[in-house]
């Protein structure tokens, strides 16, 4: 069973700047600056795919839209 992360208080902000693809999932898009280094990236990787097995949020890699730098 997956843990709703997105409360009522923030789940108006989470559609608005990161899209949902339903009630009860939250898709972050993301990609990674190019002077990030291998292991930084091979650690957010591992934690989001951990956040995404226990979590109704799920992560794209993706350069274009509202996203998150890393």
Not at 22 to 42: G, L, M, P, Q
Not at 49 to 60: A, G, Q, S, Y
């Amino acid at each position: 069973m997956k843990r709703q992360v997105i409360g009522n208080d923030n789940e108006t902000w989470v559609k608005y700047k990161y899209g949902v693809n339903n009630d009860k999932e939250a898709t972050v898009n993301y990609y990674f600056d190019k002077n990030t280094s291998s292991a930084t990236k091979r650690a957010f990787l591992r934690a989001a795919k951990t956040w995404e097995k226990d979590t109704c949020i799920n992560f794209t890699k993706n350069e274009s839209g509202a996203k998150a730098e890393f």
